[in-house]
């Protein structure tokens, strides 16, 4: 089985702080994607990766940063945390076709306080 | 733009009853991927199915058929013989390509919360 990995499932930073997201997965996926989801909006692609160290923005990038040194690894950056960006943080992987399903990991609610 | 639009937040369905979740999407691309997933309050992200853009056929996986409708970039969800476990958010969602050699981003609508009663 697919299995994606979320380094914390709750996670409390203080505004200003630097945070790091972390996702792996075990499947050599090519492709891996970070979202927040917000009550009513849905899951909003925060970036996605498409190869080691090769990045596309999503819809929501300003105040994210993301990093890709490792196949299985995808970290997402929050430069200096705002109140604004707590949410639940969900990471994907797929292969890299258009025909084949994302894989999730089971989700990181940070709180920025 | 929306990429992908789901235009009932909330639905009700009796126990038994089928029922129809609208999706429609926007995309200038010929090859692409619909996907529906369902996300309980557990909070996992479950994969229900699949519709590719060259299929003719309409996708069918168990009691989840998807109505494939592409001149009107409709790709709404039905499900048959409601149960209980079925209330839960469902999503659907799009694969398109970025560009050249640039993979294909996945990208979802905003949900609609299905609540089966008995």
């Known amino acids: 089985d697919v299995k994606v990995t979320q380094s914390s499932r709750y996670l409390v930073k203080r505004t200003g702080e630097k945070v790091f997201l972390e996702c792996v997965q075990d499947?050599?996926?090519?492709?891996m994607f970070w979202y927040r989801q917000d009550p009513g909006l849905g899951l909003r692609l925060i970036y996605f990766?498409?190869?080691?160290?090769?990045?596309e923005k999503g819809d929501i990038p300003e105040g994210y940063s993301v990093s890709r040194e490792k196949k299985e690894r995808f970290s997402l950056i929050l430069e200096s945390a705002s109140t604004n960006q707590t949410s639940m943080y969900l990471c994907?992987?797929?292969?890299?076709?258009?025909?084949?399903?994302?894989?999730f990991g089971q989700g990181t609610r940070l709180t920025v306080v | 733009a929306q990429k992908i639009t789901q235009t009932q937040p909330g639905m009700f369905v009796q126990e038994k009853e089928a029922v129809t979740l609208d999706c429609t999407y926007d995309?200038?691309?010929?090859?692409?991927?619909l996907f529906w997933y369902k996300q309980p309050s557990s909070g996992e992200m479950i994969f229900l199915i699949y519709?590719?853009?060259?299929?003719?056929q309409n996708a069918t996986e168990g009691r989840y058929s998807l109505n494939f409708q592409k001149a009107r970039k409709s790709a709404n969800l039905v499900i048959s013989a409601s149960q209980l476990g079925d209330s839960a958010m469902y999503f659907c969602?799009?694969?398109?390509?970025?560009?050249?050699?640039?993979?294909?981003?996945?990208?979802f609508g905003k949900g609609t919360s299905l609540l089966v009663t008995p």
């Open positions: 994907a992987s797929s292969l890299g076709t258009a025909d084949t399903e994302a894989f």
């Open positions: 499947m050599d996926h090519e492709n």
């Open positions: 990766s498409y190869d080691v160290k090769m990045k």
């Open positions: 995309t200038s691309d010929q090859s692409y991927g």
């Open positions: 519709q590719g853009s060259y299929d003719e």
């Open positions: 969602a799009m694969r398109e390509a970025q560009g050249d050699n640039s993979g294909y981003a996945l990208n």
